[in-house]
T-cell receptor, first 117, second 112 residues
Framework: GAVVSQHPSWVICKSGTSVKIECRSL??????MFWYRQFPKQSLMLMAT?????????EQGVEKDKFLINHASLTLSTLTVTSAHPEDSSFYIC?????????????FGPGTRLTVT | SQQGEEDPQALSIQEGENATMNCSYK?????LQWYRQNSGRGLVHLIL?????REKHSGRLRVTLDTSKKSSSLLITASRAADTASYFC????????????FGTGTRLKVLA
């Protein structure tokens, strides 16, 4: 089946620094990827839709200047958490849509755990 | 919020019993998917059911979909301790955005 990877799987950074998380579709091309955030014991909340070659679409309440998304190729989207603060500590999960699939299924990455100290 | 609701929020059963989780959503959908998530880990895809399907089976899993009620259920039969996890439903709307919105989740605990 289709595979989506994320890197790193976990990261610890100091408050005020920026962190980049990569999401890759390994065996299919994805013009559309999605970024989710999950706080402990909560569900996944959609942050933004990443569109290859164009600007990302952010959900209401998500700061686009804080969470920078770049989708420079058909297999890679990156999420950069800028000037990270402890409240940004969370589990970040991406998904990629396989347009070539029969139903345009989405496949999820394994997630990246970010801890800001 | 567009987020779907799942109930129960938490469920504790004995090994061998069946577990049923329900999901309600708010908009017309193309697909509904169920996922499992072990504590602190990524999502594991369980089943996708399309809006024109009413029931689907996969091993010990049975999923139903009632689009008139905007609801779905996940049944796990003959549960095992290894089924202990959080279960989420996710729906994509017919708006053409391909976004999946997740339900609030059910935390299942299967006691050995």
């Amino acid at each position: 089946g289709a595979v989506v990877s994320q890197h790193p799987s976990w990261v610890i950074c100091k408050s005020g620094t920026s962190v980049k998380i990569e999401c890759r579709s390994l065996d299919f091309q994805a013009t559309t990827m999605f970024w989710y955030r999950q706080f402990p014991k909560q569900s996944l909340m959609l942050m933004a839709t990443s569109n290859e070659g164009s600007k990302a679409t952010y959900e209401q309440g998500v700061e686009k200047d804080k969470f920078l998304i770049n989708h420079a190729s058909l297999t890679l989207s990156t999420l950069t958490v800028t000037s990270a603060h402890p409240e940004d500590s969370s589990f970040y999960i991406c998904s990629a849509r396989d347009e070539a699939g029969t139903g345009g299924e989405q496949y999820f990455g394994p997630g990246t755990r970010l801890t800001v100290t | 919020s567009q987020q779907g609701e799942e109930d129960p929020q938490a469920l504790s059963i004995q090994e061998g019993e069946n577990a049923t989780m329900n999901c309600s959503y708010k908009t017309s959908i193309n697909n509904l998917q169920w996922y499992r998530q072990n504590s602190g880990r990524g999502l594991v895809h369980l089943i996708l059911i399309r809006s024109n399907e009413r029931e689907k089976h996969s091993g010990r899993l049975r999923v139903t979909l009632d689009t008139s009620k905007k609801s779905s259920s996940l049944l796990i039969t003959a549960s095992r301790a290894a089924d202990t996890a959080s279960y989420f439903c996710a729906t994509d709307s017919t708006s053409g955005t391909y976004k999946y919105i997740f339900g609030t989740g059910t935390r299942l605990k299967v006691l050995a």
